[in-house]
Every structure is written in C-alpha cells, then in structure tokens.
C-alpha cells in the first residue's frame, strides 16, 4: 500500500481537505484510494463531507496558465 502523509491539504483551487487515509477496491485491490475529507462549506457540499479520489489522481498535477502545479499540497497536521 502507498504511504500518503495524514493531515491538511490544500486544492489547486484553494479549497482546504483533511487526508485521513488510503483505501482499496475490494473487487480491484491494486486499486488505491485517498479518503479525505472537506474543511469548508459550501451550498454544494457540507464541512466534513467524505469524499475519495484514486491516489495517482491525487498525487498528480495539473497544467494552470502554462505551469504545472501539484493538484493538493500538503500544508501539515
């Protein structure tokens, strides 16, 4: 299973997450998981939604105005 540090994260979109673990597929169980949940509200989604998210997915990056930038960055406990 890949380590992923536990704690706060913040979106390319500046919205703040708390990672609380990584998940497997039973049916897939090469298949990964980041389970975390939301610090904020929003009209869409509740503080402290679940949400998940493939780890690679996580981990990734994302090309914004010509500069890749991580897609969550860990900002501690």
Known sequence: ???IKLGRYEHFKGKN???IG???DCEIPDKEYVVYRALYDS???RNGQI???ELN???GTKIING????RFEY???
Request: aromatic share 16%.
């Open 1 to 3: 299973m890949t380590k």
């Open 43 to 45: 009209e869409e989604f």
């Open 17 to 19: 997450y708390e990672v």
């Open 51 to 53: 949400w998940i998210r």
């Open 67 to 70: 500069k890749e930038v991580k």
């Open 22 to 24: 990584v998940a497997r």
């Open 75 to 77: 900002i501690g406990d």
């Open 57 to 59: 997915n996580f981990l």
